[in-house]
């Protein structure tokens, strides 16, 4: 019959009334909430009363504005640049075929250059170069634009010189890259709704609601987090480079250009802490080829020293005591909690493709500002008073508890959001003015139900339990396939639609705790004291 346990009665109580308090600082501004904190009792703790509100978006409040463009002088000529990368691919089809060079590797502005030292060799080596490297070559070989030149000199020497076609193709590709690692470092939780997009070939537009400060945006975005794994080198090698060591005080320490493996292989990395010392570290994962590659050069090179290098300076370079095949390592260090958090998520994030360099950065009003917050009001004050009056009109006082469930569950998804530290858009505000009408067709359908019921002839109390009971799969269902339709707008989707998805999410969540157990616990107190001898619809 229309009876609940007591510990369903209290759980759910005290769910809607943890769900308003968390919604009060929304209903506040930032002094009001400062004056609200000043007036509580000395013995009240502050801990215990919510003060995170709802964040509002760019188009509502502002926030920092800030362009990025691809630096091209590093992203061709730098130490991991498109030069270093073809002077690698060269060198290992050198090896590969055996053959000797007159003058080594020498790197020009946008390519290399070798002499090799039979001539006889030169066919080979170029059809090798070509079967190589054929998506970068282009043209002929893969039906794309030609992308690196291969010429042979009067003299004799092999260049390859990328062409303004290969260079704009790769700031086309590294903008692309740029534009995903940017989103995950800003926006991680899928919550914040930076508006982050492409202006032009070489340039990203970031801008971050509520952040008034560029500076410390800039603080995560100017980092590389460029992570690779070097040997260090041995006395005699020739193909090394001179990085910084911390290890050394500063002082420069010869590594191996060769890169073992690189931050692109990593697929997870943590905060952890040293169980002897109990000192913060950085716990990294690699992938299964990062994996081989870690496993076999470690193997190869016990008793070397492995320098850890991120952005081209050596962080640690420990002594490789046995093989480590399994995958797993630790980047230890001088960190705090904080300095770990941070390069734990740059490197989980992904390393930036290129260097980024500011071209402008302000702080930004709203783009439609106080004129939107105004008619995003309006609209859902429409929306809830047309609902409250036709529920109320069509079904009496079971309309009026429809009603009370509606404002619960507005209230519910505001604390949600504001727990989630979610951002409320434009979009989000139409959001919530959908489920709106998705919470009170839940009613619909149940008290559609219980009328059908009564009519067949049942009781009152039957009619209700058969009413909740039966429509409540219909409900289920329903609410599972909008829930589909918003979790792929979550996933796929970015920006505003992701922040309409998360707050319909939010609603349909809400809705079962409003629409069926809400309103079927006032119904029963209802039943209680009045004892009516028909339903009031």
């Known amino acids: 019959m229309l009876r609940f346990s007591k510990w369903k009665l209290f759980s759910t109580i005290a769910v809607i009334l943890v769900g308003l308090l968390l919604a009060f600082p929304s209903t506040m501004d930032e002094k009001g909430r400062e004056a609200f904190m000043n007036s509580l009792p000395g013995w009240v703790p502050h801990w215990l009363v919510p003060q995170r509100a709802i964040v509002l978006g760019l188009d509502l409040q502002g926030g920092s504005h800030v362009l990025l463009e691809i630096d091209s002088n590093d992203l061709i000529r730098g130490r991991s640049g498109m030069v270093a990368q073809l002077r690698d691919d060269v060198r290992n089809i050198i090896r590969s075929e055996r053959v000797a060079l007159e003058g080594g590797i020498q790197t020009l502005p946008r390519g290399v250059q070798i002499r090799l030292a039979q001539s006889a060799d030169q066919e080979r080596v170029l059809k090798k170069i070509r079967e190589t490297i054929p998506q970068d070559i282009g043209g002929a070989f893969s039906g794309g634009p030609k992308n690196i030149d291969v010429t042979v000199t009067p003299e004799g020497a092999i260049q390859l010189n990328y062409t303004d076609e290969g260079i704009n193709d790769r700031i086309r590709r590294v903008v692309g890259q740029a534009i995903e690692v940017v989103r995950k470092r800003i926006d991680f939780g899928g919550t914040t709704e930076p508006n982050i997009q492409r202006q032009g070939n070489d340039r990203i537009l970031v801008q971050v609601p509520g952040l008034q400060d560029p500076q410390k945006l800039m603080e995560v975005l100017g980092k590389t987090a460029k992570l690779e794994f070097r040997f260090v080198a041995r006395q005699g090698d020739t193909d090394i480079d001179m990085l910084p060591s911390d290890d050394y005080g500063g002082q420069p320490m010869p590594v191996e250009r060769r890169i073992i493996v690189s931050g692109e292989d990593l697929i997870d990395s943590q905060v952890g802490f040293d169980q002897q010392t109990n000192e913060p570290n950085v716990t990294f994962k690699f992938n299964a080829r990062g994996a081989q590659r870690f496993g076999q050069a470690t193997t190869e090179g016990v008793g070397r020293n492995l320098a850890i290098v991120l952005d081209n300076r050596v962080i640690s370079a420990p ?11 630790v980047i230890t260090g001088r960190y705090t909690t904080e300095t770990a958090n941070e390069l734990a998520l740059l490197l989980r994030s992904g390393a930036l493709p290129a260097k980024l360099t500011i071209v402008e950065e302000r702080t930004v009003g709203p783009g439609l500002g106080q004129d939107s917050i105004e008619a995003g009001k309006k609209a859902t004050l429409v929306a809830a008073v047309f609902v409250v009056i036709f529920m109320f009109a069509t079904y009496g006082i079971f309309g009026l508890f429809a009603n009370i469930a509606l404002i619960v ?6 604390g949600l959001m504001s727990v989630l530290e979610a951002t409320m858009t434009l979009p989000g505000i139409a959001g919530i003015v959908l489920t709106i009408g998705t919470a009170v067709d839940s009613n619909v359908l149940i008290y559609e139900r219980i009328r059908e ?3 067949e002839g049942r ?6 339990e058969a009413g909740f009971h039966r429509a409540f799969a219909t409900i289920i269902d329903s609410n599972s396939t909008m829930a589909i339709a918003a979790l792929i707008l979550f996933f796929l989707g970015s920006g ?3 922040g309409f998805a998360v707050v319909f999410i939010l609603g349909i969540l809400t809705t079962v705790i409003t629409a069926v157990t809400l309103t079927r616990m006032m119904i029963a107190a209802w039943y209680s004291w009045v004892r009516p001898k028909s339903i009031p619809f």
Request: glycine residues 14%.
């Open 409 to 414: 569950h507005v209230g519910l998804i505001l």
């Open 459 to 464: 009781t009152i109390v039957n009619s209700i």
């Open 319 to 329: 002594t490789v005591n046995t093989p480590i095949t399994g995958g797993n390592g």
């Open 453 to 455: 019921e009564y009519h």
């Open 496 to 498: 505003p639609v992701r």
